[in-house]
């Protein structure tokens, strides 16, 4: 039983940690978050339209989450968004053997044998996700958040991934508990 328990659990946390992005936000500390209650889009630049729509569609469901109403134009805070994509290399290693005591671990027989390995790279594309938000009077940013690892290769987990990316950005907003 501890054996199927050693295998399954690293499996289980990857499988966590896939699911989740690395997201920090900032914000201008002397807004009044209370002030902004409509907003309107200036535009999500994306890799894709369908990596926009999604963008679009995450976003608009926190900032209706919390209160704030989008308006075709004239809001009173602007949103922007702007992901991208790139290519990141990770190395994974493959064990051919049975991790287990070996021989050539001296002639007292007390170190780990683990076998021919094999390394390779495997590359990944990696997507980044930036949200801002102005105030629409004096076009100044008042908000950021930041996700990295916001998408991955998986394409059919792409959209829970965002859901949950621009979710845990949008977390602790507005700031302060201001609005």
Request: net charge negative; hydrophobic share 35%.
């Amino acid at each position: 039983m501890k054996t199927q328990v050693t295998f399954i659990l690293p499996a289980v946390l990857a499988s966590a940690v896939a699911l989740c992005a690395a997201v920090r936000t900032d914000y201008d500390h002397k807004a009044d978050f209370g002030h902004y209650r409509t907003y309107s889009w200036i535009g999500v630049r994306a890799g894709d339209s369908l990596w926009q729509d999604r963008i679009t569609s995450a976003v608009d469901s926190a900032l209706a989450a919390k209160g704030w109403t989008k308006v075709p134009s004239g809001g009173e805070a602007t949103v922007s968004a702007f992901g991208r994509t790139r290519e990141q290399d990770t190395l994974q290693t493959f064990y051919d053997g049975f991790p287990g005591w070996g021989w050539d671990a001296g002639w007292w027989g007390g170190g780990m044998d683990m076998g021919e390995s094999t390394t390779q790279v495997v590359p990944e594309r990696v997507g980044n996700l930036t949200v801002d938000i102005f105030d629409a009077n004096t076009k100044k940013l008042i908000w950021r958040g930041v996700a990295s690892d916001a998408v991955g290769d998986n394409p059919e987990k792409n959209e829970k991934k965002m859901d949950k990316t621009v979710d845990d950005m949008f977390k602790k907003f507005p700031p302060n508990g201001k609005g």
